[in-house]
């Protein structure tokens, strides 16, 4: 039964819901509007043609219901002049009303029924403040065509998200035409991507709207944005390629970059610190580019203000050769340089195309201190630089070696004017020719000193002018000595006279000359430091012997050759060879002459003529002879086992001479030399034995009778 009764009034509500439906979507008959979906300010086009309106004016209606079945209707058309035909047709925006289906109906004021020429359905829109944007920029969406008195949230992201944490959210309570614009908000620091971002707008009724955005990249902040070439500038920037490699170029992209990095995962790099390059004054360009997409880049302008020149070295004495390297000024002008605003004459240099130069140039006579240095174009008083160059005190002298008692010339660069040069010689008070040496008021100074006595070799001279400038040179003191004669090729002898002469050494010095380490000879220096001292070569032996000579500081070194030569053997005399000699025996020879004297002997006495054995022999013999003591007479030999003898000669250097040739004598006997004790046992046995002779005899004979 219910399902008859359904079956029956469906077509009456087929019909009856086809004309509900009708009133707010299907046009009206021959009329049209376009299009029929849009957003708020989208323009809208109608017309009723066929169907007139009557009257005289006629009004547009924009009718729809809201989301709280609210009744909605806006006059989108005021009161306008119905053509003669009747037929009326136009454009208007979408005024702001919240999402929703709405009709279009023209009013005319001579007939109270409305003619609808369509439906229009409104969507969700939003726009921004900007649709590209560096990180850290202020950004407003302004919305419509939302829910009316809904909360919306606002999101960013590479997609359409409607998740996540909202970047904030407004909302549209106090606004029933679904409008709203958004509190500024900073975008977040975001890496560069190829593909846009979107800002997408979501209310609580999950009506959407996006809108596309692109980052751009930027440059932060520069830690100046005005100086010179050669300051250090940190560079802050973002909007890159996440951990891609940046560049930061200086004028071009397309120069040499000053410094490469990689950014992070934010898209931004580090603090980078840049040098800037040589270029001329004026405003250049800092670019920071993405290499990963080299058209996406951000830049921002550096000035030079200044101009710049750097001295190498900054500091000497006069005479020294100063490099002036500027850089910031103009290109191929001429640059003139001033010594504390004196100007160089001749000192003049042009730039290059990039402003910079660089010139050579000497330091001339001036006083100590600090100085400037100006470098100015000729043609622009106002484009200069300044250095200081510090001119600090020198001395020079000559000659720069010399000995005790040479006159020197002295002469100084850099002392403040006026000041009173006091000079050292090894921290030694120097006296002066004049006496008082005076700075000139171009700081310098000149005068003669005489080389006092010191040890030899290097010396610090000293001057100061009591104003706190000091300076110092080497000199060198030489100290001569020689010993004559030279005894390398010629060597001396025992007495030779022999000379040490020298200069330099300190005056009124004694001298003291040495052999080994015995004192031969002293002597005197007079006031320049000379001497000479002579000596006799004293006993030594031969070969090479040290010499000094010294004044207590200075000693110089000598070497003395005594001569080697042996004397000759001596001539001998007496006894002759093969005589008998008489004792106590005398043994004569003759003198040896030799440069080393005196010249000792030695006597030899032998049992061979090979001196294996020796029964005399004395030595250190000073004169040509010797006769034997008692206790030295020879026993009795016969000239068949004779006595040998020789003489072997030394002189003063210890040189001893081959022996002498050898002689050759016998002792005999002499009834003389017989004692008198043995005459009377030789008589008292022959008496003995003569006697018994004569006994034995007349024995025989008596008894033969």
């Known amino acids: 039964m219910k399902i ?56 547009v209606h924009f009718i729809g219901i809201d989301a709280g079945n609210n009744s909605i209707n806006v006059t ?82 590479t997609t359409q998200t409607t998740t996540g944490t909202p970047l904030m959210t407004v909302s549209t309570t106090q606004n029933v035409n679904g409008s709203f614009t958004s509190n500024p908000f900073n975008l977040p620091q975001t890496p560069y991507l190829p593909v846009p971002y979107y800002i997408t707008a979501f209310d609580s009724a999950s009506n959407i709207a996006s809108t596309q955005f692109a980052i751009l990249s930027r440059i932060i902040s520069l830690s100046q944005e005005a100086g010179a ?51 001329t004054r004026g405003q250049h360009t800092i670019y920071v580019r993405d290499n990963t997409y080299t058209t996406v880049f951000a830049l921002k302008a550096f000035t030079i203000n200044q101009s710049k020149i750097i001295l190498s070295p900054a500091s000497g004495p006069v005479g020294t050769v100063m ?53 100015r174009v000729t043609t622009d008083a106002a484009m200069f630089a300044q250095a200081n160059f510090t001119v600090s005190s020198k001395i020079t002298v000559s000659p720069t070696t010399g000995k005790t008692g040479d006159s020197v010339t002295i002469s100084g660069t850099g002392f403040y004017p006026n000041g009173q040069i006091t000079l050292a010689y090894d921290a030694i008070a120097l006296p002066t020719a004049p006496a008082t040496l005076t700075v000139l008021p171009d700081g310098t100074f000149s005068g003669i000193f005489t080389v006092p006595g010191a040890v030899e070799g290097s010396h ?27 005894t390398s090729a010629t060597p001396g002898f025992v007495g030779q006279d022999i000379t040490v002469t020298g200069s330099g050494f300190k005056p009124n010095a004694t001298i003291t000359v040495k052999l ?92 061979d003529a090979n001196f294996t054995t020796l029964i005399l022999s004395k030595e250190g013999l000073t004169t040509t002879s010797y006769t034997t003591t008692e206790a030295e007479e020879l026993p009795t030999v016969s000239k068949k086992v004779p006595y040998y003898w020789r003489v072997i000669a030394t002189d003063a250097a210890g040189n001893v001479g081959s022996p002498s040739t050898a002689n050759s004598f016998v002792v005999g006997f002499s009834w003389a030399d017989v004692p008198v004790w043995v005459w009377v046992t030789v008589g008292f046995f022959a008496v003995i034995i003569i006697g018994g002779g004569v006994y034995l005899l007349l024995m025989r004979r008596r008894s033969s009778f």
Do not use: C
């Not at 950004?139 to 009316?148: C, D, H, R, T």
């Not at 951990?243 to 000053?258: A, C, K, M, Y």
């Not at 001539?571 to 060879?577: D, I």
């Open 76 to 157: 989108v058309i005021q009161s306008t002049v119905i053509p003669t035909n009747g037929f009326v047709s136009g454009n208007f925006p979408v005024p702001a009303v919240p999402k929703g289906n709405y009709k279009i109906s023209v009013l005319g004021d001579g007939n109270p029924t409305a003619v609808d020429v369509g439906n229009f359905a409104v969507t969700p829109s939003i726009t921004l403040s900007t649709i590209s944007a560096t990180a850290g920029t202020p950004i407003i969406v302004y919305g419509s065509g939302f829910g009316a008195n809904l909360a919306v949230n606002i999101y960013f992201g």
């Open 516 to 607: 080994e380490e015995n004192s031969v000879a002293t002597g005197t220096s007079n006031t320049s430091g000379a001497f000479t001292i002579t000596f006799k070569a004293p006993v030594i032996a031969k070969g090479a012997h040290p010499v000094t000579v010294s004044d207590g500081q200075t000693t110089k070194p000598f070497t003395f050759t005594m001569e080697g030569t042996a004397p000759a053997g001596p001539t001998l005399t007496e006894p002759a060879s093969g005589i008998k000699a008489k004792q106590p025996i005398t043994f004569t020879w003759g003198a040896v002459t030799d440069q080393s004297n005196p010249v000792t002997y030695k006597l030899e006495v032998a049992t």
């Open 229 to 279: 070439v050669g300051d250090s500038v940190t560079v802050n920037a973002d909007g890159f390629t996440a951990l891609g490699s940046v560049s930061v170029f200086f004028d071009s992209i397309t120069n040499t970059p000053l410094v490469t990095v990689a950014a992070n995962s934010l898209g931004a790099i580090p603090a980078t610190s840049i040098v800037i390059p040589p270029a």
């Open 460 to 486: 610090t001279i000293i001057a100061a002018d009591g104003l706190g400038n000091v300076a110092t040179t080497a000199f060198s003191s030489s100290i001569t000595a020689s010993i004559s004669p030279d």
């Open 4 to 59: 008859k009764t359904l079956l029956r009034v469906f077509p009456a509500l087929i019909i009856a819901a086809s004309i509900a439906i009708g009133v707010f979507i299907s046009p009206v008959s021959a009329v049209s509007s376009a299009p029929i979906t849009g957003h708020v300010g989208s323009t809208v086009t109608f017309s009723t043609d066929p169907t007139p309106v009557t009257g005289t004016n006629y009004t």
């Open 323 to 375: 490099t002036v390297n500027g850089t910031g000024f103009a290109d191929s002008v001429v640059v003139g340089f001033e010594f504390d605003g004196t100007a160089i004459t001749g000192a003049t240099v042009t730039t290059d195309t990039k402003g910079s130069f660089s010139k050579t140039i000497t330091i001339t006579n001036s006083p100590s201190g600090v100085h400037v240095i100006t470098a």
